[in-house]
C-alpha cells in the first residue's frame, strides 16, 4: 500500500442502529445532487456479520467489494457520474484548472530524475516532458546538457493511448543494452524489453511477469552483459490466480535464449508475500538478492559467490537489513538491532559473517534508512575510498562523506531543510546526486573530490513558478503523549499569523518510510490565494530511525493520528489557521490518515481529500495483496492487534447522525496496491451516516491505479479537482464568473 512521489495501501442492536440511522430508507434510489440533473445512487444495505474475539462486526457494504458484479460497477459509474458533474459545476474550478494546466504544461516543468551513469560517463534518465502524455526515458552525453538528450524509449508512441508506463529500466554492464519494465493501465505489472542504447531499437525476447504492484521487481545484468538475473513472478497455471502475484522468485534469462530456457536462481523457501532487489558485483560475479518479508523493516540477504555457491548471512529480523558491494571484496552492511538509527559494517564478501563484522560508520544522531522502497536513490554509496551517507534528521536530509574506516571527509555542498536523493556513483570518488527543497526544484550536482567542488548539472530543473514569495517555517507539535511532531509550515510572505488564514494540511506516517521536502510546481496556486500549507512528519515514517516507525505501527498506529490532530491543533493554536478553514490532504496509508482524522475528529477539517486510501481494516489483509501490509498494520487473527485496528478503522467508526466534512475520494479501478472497494464501501457508509450538509464524492478513474503512469492530462484533471474543492469548501477567493 506504500506510495512516493518522484516529482500508492462482523448483534442485532448494531443492524438496528444502522438501519434506523439512515437518512433514507434502502428502497431510496439516489442522493439530491447540489445542482441540477444528476444524483448520488444510493447503496442498498446487506448486511454480513463476522465473529472475530468475541465481538460481532458489522458490515452493511460487503456486496461492494465485488468488482465482477454489474450491480456494483453500475453503483460506482452512477457515483463518478455524481461525483464529476458536483466538481465540474464548482465556479471554482475554470480558473483552478486553466492555472494547473498553465503550470504542469509549462515548457519549464520538465523534471529528469532516476539517473544511471554508464561507463563512458554518459547518463540515463527518465525525463518528465509537459509536451508528454508519459515519462520517457533519454541518453545524454557526458555534461548532462540537455541539448544533447536523444530519446531512448517513448512509451507515447509504443502505446497512442498513453496507457503504457515504464516502471523502471536497467542498464548493461557496458552500457549497450537497457532493459526496461513497461505496464500499462496503472496495474503495474510489467514485462522487460531489452533495447539497445545506441539504436533505441528492441532485441531480445520479451520476458513476462516481471514487475507487481506491491511486491514490484527488479534486475540485475550479467558482467559480461549476455543476460541478466530478474524476478519472476508464477505464470497462469503454476499456482491458482489467487497465488499469482505472490511468490515471487529470482530467474535468469540469456539473450537471444527463449524464454521457456529461462533457469531457476533463488526463492522456492521465500516466503508468500517475499519480495527481492537484486545486484551484481561487476568485478567478481557475486550476486546479491535482498529480500523483504512483506511490507515490513524485516530482510534477509543472500550471496552467491562466483563458483555458484550460496551463503544467506541475514536473517529476517536480525537487524541487518541492507548491503552493498565495496572495493577489495568487501560488502558494507546497514544495521539496525541494536542501533535503530543505524550503523554501518564491513564484511568480507567471500565469507561474509556477522561475527566477523567490523563498525566503520557507528550510529549518530541522524537515522540511516534502508532504500528498499527507492530504486533510484540509494541512502549508501561506497566507492574506491569512501562511503557517501544520506541521513534523516526528522524529514531534511544530510549527505556525508566517509573514508572506507568510517572517517567522516569533506562532504558536498548542499541546502539547509532539503532531500537529498539520486546518489550515483561516478567514477574513483566522485558522485552524482541530487537536492531539492519546498521552494527549489530539483537541483542535480556532481562532487568532484580531486577539487572538492560541487558542480551544478544541465539536467537541474527550473521551477514555472517562482517560490521566491513563500517562506518555510519548521516548528514542533506536542502530541498527546508528550512526543514532539515535526511540521513544516510554508506561507506567502507577508501572511499574519492572525487565524484567519486557510491552510492546507498532509501527512503520510508509515512503513518507515520518511518524508522529506520536496516541491510541487502544482501546490503554489494555493500561495497565489493566501492558502497556506503544512507538511507533518508523522509517527510510522523513518524520519528518526526505526524507533519512530515502530512507534507508529501495529498497535501503536494510533499515536499516528493523534499526532497528526496534535499538529492541526497545534497550528491553530499558534494562529497560522482559522479552525474553520483547514482542510486536510493524503494518499494511501495518508488516505487512512484521512480516514481516521475524519472519524475521530470529524469537526478538526472543513474540506478533505483522501487518495486511494485504505478505510476497512478488519478485512484489508483479505484484499488480493494485502496480506503484505500485514507486518505494518496487522492482523485480525491476533487479538491485541484486531483490538487496536478495530478502534480506529474508519470503515467502522462512522457514526450516524454526525457532521462530517466534505470529502472527496480519488481512486483508481486498477489500482494493485489499495483495492479501490476500500473507497467504495466509505463513501457508501459515509452517505448514509451524514449529519450534515458535506458532501461525499467517489471519484474513480477507469484507466489508472495508485497514482504511477497516470497520463499527464487525467493529473492535471486530478489536481484541478482537488484544489477547486478545497478553495469552495475553505471559501477561498477567486476570480471567478
Known sequence: MKSISSVSITAILPIIVLLAGCDRSPGDDAFEAEGEGVDAPIARIEVVQDEMHGETITDPYRWLEDWSSEEVKAWSDGQNAYARHILAGLPERPQVHARIAEILSSAQSVIYYGVQLLDDDSLLAFK???????????????????????????????????????????????????????????????????????????????????????????????????????????????????????????????????????????????????????????????????TQDGDSSRFEIHLRQADGSWVQFSRFGDGLVQAAFGPDDSLYVLEHGDTPRGRILRMDAANPDIADAIEVVPEGDGAIAHNFYYRYSPNIVVTNDRIYVVYQNGGPNELVAHSLDGDRLESPQQAAVSAIYGLTAAGNSDLVFATESYVSMPQWFRYRVSDSITVQLGISSESPVDYSDVEVVREFATSKDGTRVPVNILMPRGARKDGSNAIVVTGYGGYGLSISPGLSMSRHILFEHGVLFAQANLRGGGEYGEEWHLQGNLTNKQNVFDDFAAVISHLVAEGYADPERVAIVGGSNGGLLMGATVTQNPGLAAAVVSHVGIYDMLRVELDPNGEFNVPEFGTVRDRGQFEAMYAYSPYHNIKDGVDYPPILLPTGANDPRVSPAHSRKFTARLQSAQGGDGVVLLRTSSETGHGGGTPLDEVIELISDQYAFIFHHLGVPLDTP
Open 128 to 290: 518528465q516532458d509537459p509536451d508528454k502524455q508519459q515519462d520517457i526515458l533519454v541518453h545524454l552525453d557526458a555534461d548532462a546538457n540537455p541539448a544533447t538528450a536523444r530519446v531512448l524509449i517513448d512509451p507515447n508512441k509504443i502505446d497512442s493511448s498513453h496507457s503504457t508506463t515504464i516502471d523502471w529500466y536497467r542498464a548493461s554492464a557496458d552500457g549497450t543494452l537497457v532493459a526496461v519494465s513497461m505496464s500499462s493501465g496503472g496495474s503495474e505489472s510489467g514485462d522487460i524489453h531489452v533495447f539497445e542504447t545506441g539504436t533505441g531499437q528492441q532485441v531480445d525476447t520479451v520476458v513476462e511477469r516481471v514487475n507487481g504492484g506491491t511486491a514490484g521487481g527488479d534486475l540485475a545484468w550479467f558482467p559480461d552483459s549476455s543476460g541478466y538475473y530478474y524476478t519472476r513472478y508464477p505464470r497462469q497455471g503454476e499456482r491458482p490466480d489467487s497465488d499469482l502475484f505472490f511468490y515471487q522468485q529470482v530467474w535468469q534469462h540469456t539473450l537471444g535464449a527463449p524464454g521457456d530456457e529461462d533457469e531457476y536462481v533463488l526463492g522456492e523457501d521465500f516466503p508468500r508475500i517475499a519480495a527481492s532487489r537484486l545486484s551484481v558485483d561487476a568485478g567478481s560475479g557475486r550476486l546479491l538478492v535482498w
